[in-house]
């Protein structure tokens, strides 16, 4: 019997709100033993000193930066009764393997966790049209591999070692399970027989459990919710991009401002700035607004409309029947295309119109970029990008992984869940 559960997080840090949306506290509640381990000082060889500011500092979580380390932690659980939760999946490379040989190595098993895609667009399932993905993506990825010899040897050798550890790795050490949060994510696997693996779980989008945890009780009556990003105050977004995505801070709120007040008094009711976990305001840097931290899922659910830009929140939204105001600056994709590319796919799955706030006279016209509600296009999306129809059941992605763990054996490796 699993006794401890060990969550291996690669690429990103540990936060205080893991303990929600990675279902720590549910874990707890079933009595398993809980260690969080994050590599992504390794994963991105970062300096000591190169740590988020709001990260959790409270012992709980284990700062790992180099492979001594690692091995140091995973001899130190070989004897636990443990398994080991993986996340993410998406990016696999050599320290993912070396993650997963060194979990063999001491005779523990691990579950691979997906992590959801938020660039929507609709897609085949078939096996067909995934093997005609992956046989392309395979040969673009060794073209790239060849041509980065052009950057010199070692940059090549790196190049060639994750190229190949990502086809041959996750067959030569194999996971248990992979978490899948729906079907539309088989295109960002590893390889194409990690896709049609028969041990893939399919779930749901991290967002669906969000939107289960958030309350039935809404303290703050009427009001509308800008769900913030914290673009200029988020830890994590300043240190992989370096630069800010607007030119003028003080522009970029008093922009923002404009447009809550026009909507306040045109509803009736006050804007609630639903605040970003990694934010790291200094005041009120929204004036007069309500700045909430904590309470993102249970603002949407009660609010009578929701403005955002871009956000895994947007599940939540379709899944609370809400009608929403896509609001962006187009100075944004001056410094990270790949937003330009998320903005587009929200575009084109629900063919919403999109408010450019450093536009006066949008603003002066917001009401025609509000996308209503429609039971249609809402369920379309839904069962596309969220949840299986099969898997609406109001179920967590925790309670179904707590299951899986329960019913796991060593010995036996026939997936008797399924």
Not at 92 to 107: D, G, M, P, T, V
Request: glycine share 4%; with cysteine; aromatic share 18%.
């Amino acid at each position: 019997m699993v006794k401890k559960i060990i969550f291996i997080f690669e690429r990103k840090y540990g936060y205080a709100t893991d303990k929600k949306y990675f279902g720590f506290n549910y874990y707890l509640s079933k009595g398993f033993e809980l260690e969080a381990w994050s590599l992504a000082d390794w994963t991105f060889n970062h300096s000591g000193d190169d740590k988020p500011q709001n990260i959790d500092l409270s012992g709980f979580t284990i700062y790992i930066d180099n492979y001594e380390s690692f091995m140091l932690n995973i001899n130190r659980v070989r004897n636990d009764s443990c398994i080991f939760l993986i996340y993410p999946y998406h990016a696999y490379n050599y320290i993912s393997y070396i993650i997963r040989k060194s979990i063999k190595n001491i005779n523990k098993d691990f579950i691979n966790i997906l992590e959801y895609d938020v660039y929507y667009k609709y897609v085949s399932k078939s096996k067909i049209a995934l093997f005609i993905y992956y046989f392309f993506k395979k040969i673009g990825s060794l073209i790239k591999v060849i041509f980065s010899i052009s950057h010199g040897v070692k940059n090549f050798k790196t190049n060639l070692i994750n190229f190949s550890v990502r086809a041959l790795g996750p067959q030569i050490y194999k996971s248990y399970v992979n978490i899948i949060p729906s079907k539309v994510s088989l295109y960002y696997m590893p390889c194409f027989k990690e896709a049609m693996n028969k041990n893939n779980v399919f779930t749901h989008a991290e967002t669906y459990d969000d939107w289960l945890q958030a309350s039935d009780i809404n303290k703050y009556g009427k009001y509308i919710v800008y769900v913030d990003q914290g673009l200029l105050v988020n830890d994590d977004r300043i240190r992989n991009y370096h630069k800010s995505l607007v030119s003028d801070k003080n522009e970029f709120y008093n922009s923002l401002m404009t447009l809550f007040n026009k909507i306040r008094d045109d509803y009736g009711c006050d804007v609630i700035v639903a605040v970003h976990p990694k934010a790291m305001y200094k005041g009120n840097e929204f004036g007069r607004f309500k700045m909430i931290r904590g309470e993102t899922n249970t603002l949407i659910k009660h609010s009578v409309l929701v403005i955002f830009e871009m956000s895994t929140c947007f599940g939540q939204i379709i899944l609370s029947k809400k009608p929403f105001l896509n609001i962006y600056r187009k100075e944004y994709f001056n410094y990270d295309k790949s937003l330009k590319k998320l903005y587009a796919c929200i575009n084109s799955v629900l063919n919403c119109k999109q408010l450019d706030v450093s536009n006066s006279d949008s603003i002066n016209n917001y009401n025609e970029y509000i996308y209503n509600y429609s039971a249609e296009s809402y369920d379309k999306f839904k069962y596309e990008f969220i949840v299986d129809r099969l898997n609406d059941n109001n179920i967590s992605t925790f309670e179904i992984i707590s299951s899986i763990i329960n019913k796991y054996k060593k010995i036996d490796k026939e997936l008797s869940f399924l």
